[in-house]
């Protein structure tokens, strides 16, 4: 996903974004190995983010705190000094806010595409669809 860049890289999902994913544990995963920092912002209450984390088991090198997401962006950016600083989410705010806080902005989707990460409403998708059978198919079942 880095497109040759630098993978001297601060990585911030928006929580909503990451909510969108199908697998963010994965996801997690998988940018460590191109970026130095990762970590979620919000709007959100700390306990937000801290459940999501935990039942996803995502470790985040940063997060939000009782803070805004524009105050998290400067915080971090503060913090971590790295060649890049990107922020993905879902919205023209949250692009507009990456803007005013010097980050780049990637939305969720276009992220997704380009690390073959998998949108939940592909899965769900997949999942639903009567020519895909799943694990718990039976053909016992009444």
Sequence with gaps: MNGGGSADMTLAFELDALETL????RVFDDARGWSQYVGV???KPTYVVTNFTRK?????????GPRGKAESLENVKAQFETDRHVFVGVSDEDEALADEAGW?????ETAAEAAGWTV???ADDAESDPGIESEDTRDDWP
Excluded: G, M, T
Aim: charged share 35%; aromatic share 12%; net charge negative.
């Design 22 to 25: 199908a697998e963010p544990s």
């Design 41 to 43: 912002v919000s709007e």
């Design 56 to 64: 996803n088991r995502i470790r985040q090198d940063f997060f939000s």
């Design 120 to 122: 939940a409403d592909e």
């Design 104 to 108: 780049e902005f990637l939305p969720v």
